[in-house]
């Protein structure tokens, strides 16, 4: 009588032998806890601000559905996830500018737009901070008159 087993069967078996059994002889690190403490938004206003404010989206295609109105896909910038209707848009940017936001906007293939993982937050914000600051659409700064 043959016995016959399947490769994908013999990786498994032993990737749980690994995980079993392999790393008994090492130390376990003792993982610490941390809780997050409540936080008070009391002192915040939740009235729309007096004076227009700047918001500066930076995301890519979901950012680019919240912030669209409900309907047909239609872009604002071609080729990009700056979007002004989707089928799953949440009228983001609409409420903002009925609350007297400036909606503003950068995602893939802009310097400001790009590598937005947690990860890279920290070389953005130190090297860019100035354009980020002024970036109306993309890589272009809007104009200071507004």
């Given at each position: ?127 860019k901070m100035g354009e980020i600051?002024?970036?109306d659409q993309q890589d272009s ?6």
């Amino acid at each position: 009588m043959r016995l016959f087993i399947n490769s994908g069967l013999i990786a498994c078996i032993i990737l749980l032998a690994l995980f079993a059994g392999g790393c008994t002889g090492q130390k376990k690190r003792e993982i610490k806890e941390t809780t997050v403490k409540e936080i008070d938004l009391s002192t915040y206003r939740d009235s729309k601000p007096e004076q227009r404010l700047r918001l500066l989206f930076i995301h890519h295609s979901c950012g680019g559905q919240w912030l669209a109105d409900k309907g047909e896909a239609k872009d604002i910038l071609a080729d990009t996830c700056i979007i002004a209707s989707h089928p799953n848009g949440g009228g983001l940017r609409a409420l903002l500018q009925q609350n007297n936001y400036e909606v503003h906007e950068a995602v893939y293939k802009s310097v400001i737009g790009d590598k937005t993982d947690v990860s890279d937050w920290n070389a953005k914000f130190r090297d860019k901070m100035g354009e980020i600051l002024k970036c109306d659409q993309q890589d272009s700064l809007y104009k200071e008159s507004s």
